[in-house]
């Protein structure tokens, strides 16, 4: 009410409530969900190679190149009409799978050499990645929203799941499952690392991989789990992305979501697994209100994360809830 009063007691104040604040809010919790699967995945990584993966939202891009065939096309030189969680799930294990062939065929063979070394690997990994893509690939596609498959098996089912009042919006099942996926994957990583035997090596093995190794813990063994953890989070955040709308091809997920994703875990601070989920959220209203208010200059929501990212490498490196970066 009294945004609504200042709107209307002076031009220069005058702010659409619902367009301007309400709806940005609600689209940038949602889309910052994904931002925030790729940032989980990053600290996954950081917190126990301390590495930055850049080829992290590619493995996303592996899962929904693989969906979009298994619903349409050929996979493995057959032709697949699959459901569509199927379709889903083939894509989610093959996205997996790309990064645990990731750990093993790049980073295990320099993984005694320095950090910056491994930095670089998994930007060869990721420009392999696309280039092969490329190859099987030519053409952007969009895969199907989780709308529009729930449509098709339940019949009779609407298309909007909650209307908001308030921003005048209709939230869909897609954008729902998004905010469930980041906040139970969110809570699952934390658990994880607390109270998980296989958490705690992966943590030891980040302070002190010799000492380790002479208690019995497996480096091998652990980093093949963590990169395969970090390759599940890529691949659902990749298909969530591409579902109804987003363009799936060669990089494609790479290209819309890993500079926000790297803000993300920057900002909530890379040790915090906490920090990647409030990051994500973050930077997705920024992108939302920087869109809605800048509306003279196209692009505005890419230049605002890239200040963001800029000032917390300047003025806090730890970011929000981290202990170092």
Same mark, same amino acid.
């Given at each position: 009410?009294?945004?609504?009063?200042?709107?209307s007691? !002076?031009?220069a104040?005058?702010?659409?409530v619902? !367009?301007?604040?309400?709806?940005?809010?609600?689209?940038?919790?949602?889309?910052?969900s994904?931002?925030?699967?790729?940032?989980?995945?990053?600290?996954?990584l950081?917190?126990?190679n301390?590495?930055f993966?850049?080829?992290?939202?590619e493995f996303?891009t592996?899962a929904a190149?693989?969906?979009?065939?298994?619903l349409?096309?050929?996979?493995l030189g057959i !032709?697949? &009409?699959m459901?569509y969680?199927?379709?889903?799930?083939?894509?989610v294990?093959l996205?997996?799978?790309?990064a645990?062939?990731?750990?093993?065929?790049?980073?295990?063979p320099?993984? &005694?050499?320095p950090?910056v070394i491994?930095?670089?690997?998994t930007?060869?990994?990721?420009?392999?990645?696309?280039?092969l893509?490329?190859?099987?690939?030519t053409?952007?596609?969009s895969?199907?929203?989780v709308n529009?498959?729930?449509?098709?098996?339940?019949?009779?089912?609407?298309?909007?799941a909650v209307?908001?009042?308030?921003?005048g919006?209709n939230v869909?099942?897609?954008?729902l499952?998004?905010?469930?996926?980041?906040?139970?994957?969110?809570l699952?990583?934390v658990?994880?690392f607390?109270f998980s035997?296989?958490g705690?090596?992966i943590?030891?093995? %980040?302070?002190?991989?010799t000492?380790a190794?002479?208690?019995?813990?497996s480096?091998s063994r652990i !980093?093949?789990i963590t990169?395969g953890l970090?390759?599940?989070?890529? %691949?659902?955040?990749?298909?969530?992305?591409t579902?109804?709308?987003?363009l799936?091809?060669a990089?494609?997920v790479?290209?819309?979501?890993l500079?926000?994703g790297i803000t993300a875990?920057?900002l909530?601070?890379?040790?915090?697994l906490?920090?990647?989920?409030?990051?994500?959220?973050?930077?997705g209203l920024?992108?939302?209100?920087?869109g809605?208010f800048?509306?003279?200059?196209?692009?505005s929501?890419?230049?605002a994360?890239?200040?963001?990212?800029?000032v917390?490498?300047l003025?806090r490196p730890q970011?929000?809830?981290?202990?170092?970066a």
């Open positions: 009410m009294i945004l609504a009063d200042l709107a007691a !002076s031009p104040l005058a702010i659409d619902k !367009s301007q604040l309400a709806q940005p809010l609600v689209l940038g919790i949602f889309q910052g994904i931002y925030g699967l790729i940032g989980l995945g990053l600290v996954l950081y917190k126990s301390r590495i993966n850049f080829a992290q939202a996303g592996v190149i693989t969906a979009y065939l298994g349409n096309g050929k996979l !032709s697949w &009409h459901p969680a199927v379709a889903c799930i083939v894509g294990v996205g997996t799978l790309s645990m062939l990731t750990e093993r065929l790049i980073v295990r320099l993984f &005694h050499r950090k491994l930095v670089v690997g930007v060869g990994a990721l420009l392999l990645m696309i280039a893509e490329g190859l099987v690939f053409n952007l596609r895969l199907p929203s529009d498959a729930a449509q098709g098996l339940f019949h009779g089912l609407k298309d909007p209307r908001l009042g308030f921003a919006y869909q099942w897609q954008q499952l998004t905010l469930g996926t980041l906040v139970v994957l969110a699952a990583s658990a994880f607390r035997r296989t705690t090596a943590l030891a093995v %980040s302070q002190e991989p000492a190794q002479v208690v019995g813990i480096v !980093s093949l990169w970090a390759g599940f989070l890529g %691949s659902v955040a990749g298909l969530l992305v579902a109804g709308g987003g799936v091809g990089g494609s790479t290209g819309t979501t500079v926000a875990a920057v909530g601070g890379i040790t915090s906490p920090g990647a989920f409030l990051g994500g959220i973050l930077i920024l992108q939302t209100y920087a809605a800048i509306t003279q200059f196209p692009g929501e890419g230049v994360v890239g200040l963001v990212l800029l917390v490498l003025v970011g929000l809830l981290g202990k170092e």
